[in-house]
């Protein structure tokens, strides 16, 4: 019966070791905010003069 308990407890610890999230989920973070930077830095330009042309048709009335 010792062996049983052992082998339970083995099993669910497996099964509830979150050591392995971690790195997983600081790389999607990390790889989100690149993304997030190069997208801003292609589309930044774009969508200031949309921003601007906006602003001046409403100040333009």
């Known amino acids: 019966m010792h062996t049983l308990t052992r082998r339970i407890r083995r099993q669910w610890t497996a099964r509830h ?3 392995g ?5 600081v790389l999607i973070t ?4 690149g993304l997030v930077i190069v ?3 292609l589309a930044g330009p774009a969508l ?3 921003f ?4 001046n048709r ?3 009335l």
């Open 30 to 33: 990390l790889m989100t905010a």
């Open 39 to 41: 997208i801003w830095g």
């Open 48 to 50: 200031s003069g949309i």
């Open 52 to 55: 601007q042309q906006a602003i």
């Open 58 to 60: 409403v100040s333009g």
């Open 17 to 19: 070791d979150d050591t």
């Open 21 to 25: 999230d971690v790195p997983g989920w």
